[in-house]
T-cell receptor
Framework: KNEVEQSPQNLTAQEGEFITINCSYS?????LHWLQQHPGGGIVSLFM???GKKKHGRLIATINIQEKHSSLHITASHPRDSAVYIC?????????????FGKGTHLIIQP | ETGVTQTPRHLVMGMTNKKSLKCEQH?????MYWYKQSAKKPLELMFV???????ENNSVPSRFSPECPNSSHLFLHLHTLQPEDSALYLC?????????????FGSGTRLTVV
C-alpha cells in the first residue's frame, strides 16, 4: 500500500464545475505539497501546507493533520486547469530527505 | 522558468552510450534531488544532496551516478542503461533549515533508451 493515496485517479468535468481532489497519507509529515504537472512534464508547486487552509486564486487547499487527509479544490474550473495534480508529503524527521508522492489525479475540464 | 533548469529536455541514447543530465539552480537552495517518473508510477526519489553531500541513495542501480560539484549544480551520469530506464527524470531543489523552506522542480529530461 502506498504511503500517499490520491482519489480519484481520473476526473473529467465540465467547465465551471467545482472540483475536489483528495489525498490521504499514512506517515507522520512535516509538510504536504500539492503539485501540478502539465503534458511535457514540468512540475509546478501549487501549495505547501503544514496546517489549516490556503487559497490562491481559484485554488484552495486544506489539510487535517489528525485525520491525515488533505483536499485540493478548484472553483469555477476552466479547460486550462486540465493537468495531473499530485499530492506529495515531506516525512517528519527534518533534513533534506525528499518527498513521497501519490500517483496523481488526471483532471480533464471540457469546454 | 522555475529557477531550476534541466538540460537536455529530451535525450535518446543507446544501451552502450554514456550521457549526462544536468541540473542548475540559482535560487540559493542548499539541497538538490533527482527523481524518476516512469509511466503509470508515482515519482520516485533517486538521490539527495544536502550542502553538496550525498545524504540518500534510494537503492538506485550503479548505472546511474550522481555528481554535485557545488550547491548550484547537479549531474546524473548515465551508462549502459536498459530500455526500462526510459522515463522522465526530474531535478528539484529546496532550502533546508533556517526559517524558510521552498521546493522547486525543473522541467525534466525525457529519456528514451533504445
Amino acid at each position: 500500500k502506498n504511503e500517499v493515496e490520491q482519489s480519484p485517479q481520473n476526473l473529467t468535468a465540465q467547465e465551471g464545475e467545482f472540483i475536489t481532489i483528495n489525498c490521504s497519507y499514512s506517515v507522520g509529515i512535516s509538510a504536504l505539497h500539492w503539485l501540478q504537472q502539465h503534458p511535457g512534464g514540468g512540475i509546478v508547486s501549487l501549495f505547501m501546507l503544514s496546517s489549516g487552509k490556503k487559497k490562491h486564486g481559484r485554488l484552495i487547499a486544506t489539510i487535517n493533520i489528525q485525520e491525515k487527509h488533505s483536499s485540493l479544490h478548484i472553483t469555477a474550473s476552466h479547460p486550462r486547469d486540465s493537468a495531473v495534480y499530485i499530492c506529495a508529503v515531506r516525512k517528519s524527521g527534518g533534513g533534506a530527505d525528499g518527498l513521497t508522492f501519490g500517483k496523481g489525479t488526471h483532471l480533464i475540464i471540457q469546454p | 522558468e522555475t529557477g531550476v533548469t534541466q538540460t537536455p529536455r529530451h535525450l535518446v541514447m543507446g544501451m552502450t552510450n554514456k550521457k549526462s543530465l544536468k541540473c542548475e539552480q540559482h535560487l540559493g537552495h542548499n539541497a538538490m534531488y533527482w527523481y524518476k517518473q516512469s509511466a503509470k508510477k508515482p515519482l520516485e526519489l533517486m538521490f539527495v544532496y544536502n550542502f553538496k553531500e550525498q545524504t540518500e541513495n534510494n537503492s538506485v542501480p550503479s548505472r546511474f551516478s550522481p555528481e554535485c560539484p557545488n550547491s548550484s549544480h547537479l549531474f546524473l551520469h548515465l551508462h549502459t542503461l536498459q530500455p526500462e530506464d526510459s522515463a522522465l527524470y526530474l531535478c528539484a531543489s529546496s532550502q533546508e533549515g533556517g526559517t524558510s523552506y521552498g521546493y522547486t522542480f525543473g522541467s525534466g529530461t525525457r529519456l528514451t533508451v533504445v
